[in-house]
């Protein structure tokens, strides 16, 4: 009698079941100290059988670091599709990205480390999520620009000038240091955000 043919596990299946149990580690003890054999070991499985679906452990870094950055860029996509004013709209857009960045460092700082890591290394994850953003931005100020509530002439231009302006309100390790020197960081988006709508000409 011929025996029915075990189902083989589906390689997608087990790759997101690496990454699962990867953040699961970077959460408890932190990215740098979660090793390869760690993962493995959790898995049941050996390191070799893990580099079949991951070339390296910084592959495995990015991934998880990916999986992070997007819930910001969900978030993003979400205000700029709705149907408020562009002043509104990038003034939600950022106030949230610097609340989530905030929230990160208080909550999960773990993950907060991890993603400074990526800025300073500069991730291949990291510089197309925050091009995502400033494209996102860069579609507020063009919708801006074609309502009559912003004034400038190039949106992509000045998509980049935002992006440079709000890097105190977005960059992890600037808004830590912000928090260990007692400054109160939500009070000085909002003086920035009104510096940002003056720049790109909102009229009244």
């Known amino acids: 009698m011929i025996q029915p043919a075990r189902p083989r596990t589906d390689p997608e299946e ?6 699962e149990v990867a953040e699961e580690f970077f959460r408890r003890v932190g990215y ?7 993962i493995a070991t959790e898995l049941g499985m050996s390191p070799a059988n893990i580099y079949r679906f991951f070339p ?5 870094n990015e991934c998880i670091c990916g999986r992070v950055v997007e819930e910001v860029a969900e978030f993003a996509f979400g205000i700029a599709r709705s149907s408020n004013p562009a002043s509104e709209k ?10 989530h960045n905030k929230a990160t460092l208080l909550k999960e700082k773990r993950t907060h480390d991890m993603i400074v890591a990526a800025m300073q290394e500069n991730w291949s994850i990291i ?13 507020i100020i063009r919708e801006g620009v074609a309502a009559g509530e912003f004034d400038v002439e190039d949106p992509a231009e000045a998509a980049r000038c935002v992006k440079t302006a709000f890097v105190p309100f977005f960059h992890p390790m600037l808004i830590e240091n912000c928090m260990q020197n007692g400054e109160d960081t939500e009070a000085g988006l909002r003086e920035q955000m009104g510096f940002i709508l003056k720049a790109l000409g909102k009229r009244d």
């Open 56 to 60: 390296s452990k910084g592959a495995i």
């Open 90 to 99: 990038l003034v939600r857009l950022l106030t949230a990205i610097h609340i």
């Open 14 to 19: 087990t790759r997101a079941r690496i990454l």
């Open 32 to 38: 740098q100290k979660t090793s390869v054999a760690d």
């Open 127 to 139: 510089k197309a999520h925050i091009e995502r953003i400033t494209t996102i931005v860069e579609g």
